[in-house]
């Protein structure tokens, strides 16, 4: 396999191929330089794409339709059947706008802790803010925690006061569009809480106070 190369649509080396949801992609493989029939090979990833036989020998086409936002970041490679080292890969750059997802509704005993985690997807990666009651959230420190990546958005509070009650937004905006997603903070009240030895006390006198009410009235029986 001395001499021989592989091109992508005309590409000999790997490269991205940018393409938008909805849309077609074709892919191309050839083989340069070859004396002889060459059979080739297609993988998405680490697995192998299935090809029929009119379609492997020299040149190789596949078609990805309609490319979705999964498709962002995965590899398309051609490589050579009898030596796979000869290989070229093409990585798909799908551009969408911001998609957020995320549970909405919260309930939260208050002083408690909690975090609300926006899921946000897109290409170019988006900026991302937090709203609360449409103004913007002020963050008190030791209070709030931001965190974050390139699909998670989160805000931590924590010992949850009455004030915190509210709808959150979470708002990411790219080149493409900008999202908003709500979040319903609702902050209960405390639940008193009985220390466990009051209550297993209490129902020893309880038990007491019945036991003896019972011999109390079994005497009474008797007398009768």
């Known amino acids: 396999s001395a001499g021989l190369e592989l091109s992508i649509n ?9 393409a938008r949801p909805g849309s077609s992609v074709s892919l191309s493989c050839l083989v340069h330089n070859s004396s002889q029939a060459e059979n080739l090979l297609w993988y998405r990833e680490d697995g192998e794409v299935g090809l029929k036989d009119g379609n492997k020998v020299n040149i190789s086409h596949i078609c990805i339709s309609p490319v979705n936002e999964s498709d962002n970041g ?34 939260i005993e208050e002083e408690k802790d909690v975090t609300l985690t926006c899921n946000s997807k897109s290409n170019p990666q988006a900026q991302t803010t937090w709203y609360k009651d449409n103004n913007s959230l002020i963050l008190q420190q030791g209070r709030h ?37 709500d979040f319903h903070l609702i902050i209960e009240e405390k639940k008193p809480v009985f220390p466990k030895e009051a209550v297993i006390a209490a129902a020893v006198v309880v038990a007491i106070t ?15």
């Open 74 to 107: 995965v590899t398309f490679t051609c490589k050579l059947a009898r030596d796979k080292s000869v290989q070229v890969s093409v990585v798909l750059d799908v551009e969408f706008p911001p998609q957020l997802s995320g549970e909405e509704t919260l309930q």
């Open 10 to 18: 005309n590409h000999a080396a790997d490269f991205p191929l940018s």
């Open 145 to 181: 925690e931001l965190l974050q990546t390139s699909e998670v958005f989160q805000l931590s509070i924590r010992k949850l006061q009455k004030s915190d009650n509210g709808t959150y937004t979470c708002v990411a905006e790219s080149s493409l569009g900008k999202r908003t997603k």
């Open 210 to 224: 019945v036991f003896f009410g019972l011999v109390a009235r079994k005497d009474k029986f008797f007398k009768v």
